[in-house]
Nanobody
Framework: QVQLVESGGGLVQAGGSLRLSCAAS????????MGWFRQAPGKEREFVAT????????GYASSVKGRFTISRDNAKNTLYLQMNSLKPEDTAVYYC??????????????????WGQGTQVTISS
């Protein structure tokens, strides 16, 4: 069983930066593909970024590519999302997720079998 706890959300002005963290416990962190998803009010949960277990492969939604960076520290069992040049449309609850099964499309929420509770990110214009 994997437990995930996000932190680092908050309120920032457009153009600012935030770094989200996701602390993992249980399971073998370095074996799991990890991802960040977000859900804005009234919208479906959407893919943001993903990273392989080793950290050697990453992927991003087109809406965040070039502004967000996903990374992980397997020694600390922690996943990160560095968010720069934030826009009001980035406002959402951000969730980290783990895929311990080793299969499934990396940008689909259904591929991830463990989820954190989420952290609110609000960007003011």
């Amino acid at each position: 069983q994997v437990q995930l706890v996000e932190s680092g959300g908050g309120l920032v002005q457009a153009g600012g930066s935030l770094r989200l963290s996701c602390a993992a416990s249980g399971g073998t962190f370095s074996s799991n593909r990890m991802g960040w998803f977000r859900q804005a009010p009234g919208k479906e949960r959407e893919f943001v970024a993903t990273i392989s277990g080793s950290g050697g492969s990453t992927g991003y939604a087109s809406s965040v590519k070039g502004r967000f960076t996903i990374s992980r520290d397997n020694a600390k069992n922690t996943l990160y999302l560095q968010m720069n040049s934030l826009k009001p449309e980035d406002t959402a609850v951000y969730y980290c997720a783990a895929n311990s099964r080793g299969w499934g499309r990396r940008d689909l929420s259904a591929s991830y079998n463990y989820w954190g509770q989420g952290t609110q990110v609000t960007i003011s214009s």
